[in-house]
């Protein structure tokens, strides 16, 4: 790649970048020469990685590599479309490369780069996205992504449109995947914060110190590892939304952190003394009863009081089952968007199952039984016969069989979600020549996690490989 020196044109027009290419050297080379001209850079080597980066934080544009393995920047453009949509894209491609990416790029770039091409795309690519944001704004705030025409759905989304602006802390609870996410999105897309950023926090995933840290950003030498300043998810949000998930999953100390920050959103960062303030939304979500875990010490109940002001109760799905179609409908295609295998739909047999199943699992769980039967269905439409074993016959209620029907049942389930998992990573193997690193970057995880997902699975690669 040329490394001209840039028009002050360029470099007057600086935002913040995401670099993703499967050469990682060519990465960081790009990413650290456009930190030289003023950008804010970042580099990644896989999918996986970029995905979370770019539903977490905001990016002026993502650079990407139209090769990468495994249609990944259809699947980034896929990403975008549906979180940020301000987001540029510019895709990079061989003269002779073509890419379903293409399609939605905001700007192509031919390799090998030329300096001048490649930022005269980028500011090409922003002005087109910025645009595109401004319509957006013009026409009103967008569809909402709570799908659904059920009673209980309308019962949230009106409540959504009459609390977005309101000045009070919020709580959405409902069990695990009913869309809490969801709702907490649509409360900041539809409010007068929309121009600032939404933020989410999973506090469950975290341990308490990486929590502080994730929350409030740490001061260079707080702790081991600690080289420089960096700014916590609150002073991100500032002027937009924050969202902390399971909230019942913070330990004691955190909660009387959170109580302060809550009150007064005033807060230091681990090992500062300077205090922040901020103006932000917070909004906050659980699975777990609180008022029960007050009673049993679990949750302070000072905090619980500050939290529970104004609550939304998500609907398990099962108290949703009219919703179910037009669901199924939904993740149907976007399962075809990533996937080979054309479906015309679903049996009217089929849809029946769905329906009188009572999804545990919620909505997530639909998603997942639906990419089950587009993954490993064989007709041109999905069957009863295509459906997770679990969905098609109806499920363990209570009076049918007990905990060893429910035993059975956790079992297939867990042996229907390996099959396309293991499918796909032999699929891979053998694209590969059985290279494990190449497979790995393919299905966009690291080696590490491929070897234990080999290890789960069972997979004896010495046995699959052909003899030589």
């Known amino acids: 790649m040329i490394r001209a020196v840039a028009s002050s044109d360029y470099r007057a027009s600086r935002g913040r970048l995401l670099v993703v290419d499967d050469d990682r050297r060519v990465a960081s080379n790009t990413a650290q020469w456009l930190c030289g001209l003023g950008w804010h850079a970042s580099a990644v080597g896989h999918v996986a990685e970029a995905l979370p980066l770019l539903a977490r934080d905001h990016y002026d544009a993502c650079i990407v590599d139209g090769m990468l393995a495994a249609s990944g920047a259809s699947r980034i453009a896929a990403a975008l479309r549906n979180g940020s949509a301000d987001t540029a894209l510019v895709v990079t491609m061989p003269a002779a490369g073509t890419a379903d990416a293409m399609i939605v790029a905001d700007a192509l770039v031919r390799t090998p780069l030329r300096d001048d091409d490649l930022l005269a795309a980028i500011n090409g690519a922003m002005?087109?996205?910025?645009?595109?944001?401004?319509?957006?704004?013009?026409?009103?705030?967008?569809?909402?992504?709570?799908?659904?025409?059920?009673?209980?759905?309308?019962?949230?989304?009106?409540l959504v449109a009459r609390l977005a602006d309101a000045p009070t802390t919020l709580l959405i609870t409902g069990e695990s995947g009913t869309g809490k996410s969801?709702?907490?999105?649509?409360?900041?897309?539809?409010s007068r914060r929309r121009e600032g950023r939404f933020v989410e926090v999973a506090c469950g995933s975290l341990s308490e110190s990486l929590l502080e840290s994730e929350l409030f950003g740490h001061v260079a030498g707080a702790f081991t590892g600690a080289t420089a300043d960096r700014d916590g998810k609150f002073l991100q949000a500032d002027g937009g939304t924050i969202f902390l998930d399971e909230i019942a999953t913070a330990s004691p100390a955190m909660q009387v952190k959170l109580l302060r920050v809550l009150q007064d959103l005033r807060f230091e960062a681990v090992g500062g003394s300077r205090t922040h303030a901020v103006d932000a939304r917070v909004i906050l979500a659980t699975n777990e009863d609180l008022a029960v875990l007050v009673a049993a010490g679990a949750f302070r109940a000072d905090l619980f009081w500050r939290v529970n002001v104004i609550t939304i109760e998500m609907p398990a799905?099962?108290?949703?089952?009219?919703?179910?179609?037009?669901?199924?409908?939904?993740?149907?295609?976007s399962s075809l968007a990533r996937g080979p295998r054309a479906v015309d739909g679903f049996s009217s047999a089929a849809i029946e199952s769905l329906c009188r199943y009572r999804w545990p699992g919620n909505v997530r769980e639909l998603e997942h039984a639906v990419e089950f039967a587009v993954f490993l269905g064989r007709g041109s439409s999905i069957d009863v016969a295509d459906l997770p074993a679990t969905v098609r016959h109806g499920g363990c209620e209570a009076?049918?069989?007990?905990?060893?029907?429910?035993?059975?049942?956790?079992?297939?389930l867990k042996r229907d979600l390996a099959h396309p998992e293991r499918k796909l990573i032999i699929e891979a193997l053998e694209r590969h020549s059985w290279r494990r690193d190449a497979a790995a970057r393919a299905?966009?995880?690291?080696?590490?996690?491929?070897?234990?997902?080999?290890?789960?699975?069972?997979?004896?690669l010495a046995e699959l490989q052909p003899a030589r």
């Open 182 to 190: 969801l709702v907490a999105r649509e409360m900041h897309r539809v």
């Open 399 to 412: 009076g049918q069989g007990g905990a060893a029907a429910a035993a059975e049942a956790a079992g297939s």
């Open 443 to 460: 299905l966009g995880i690291n080696r590490t996690s491929l070897y234990k997902k080999l290890k789960r699975l069972g997979i004896n």
């Open 317 to 333: 799905l099962r108290d949703r089952a009219d919703d179910i179609p037009m669901l199924a409908e939904h993740f149907l295609a």
């Open 127 to 158: 002005a087109a996205a910025a645009g595109r944001a401004a319509t957006a704004r013009h026409d009103g705030p967008p569809a909402p992504k709570l799908l659904g025409e059920s009673s209980a759905i309308r019962r949230v989304l009106d």
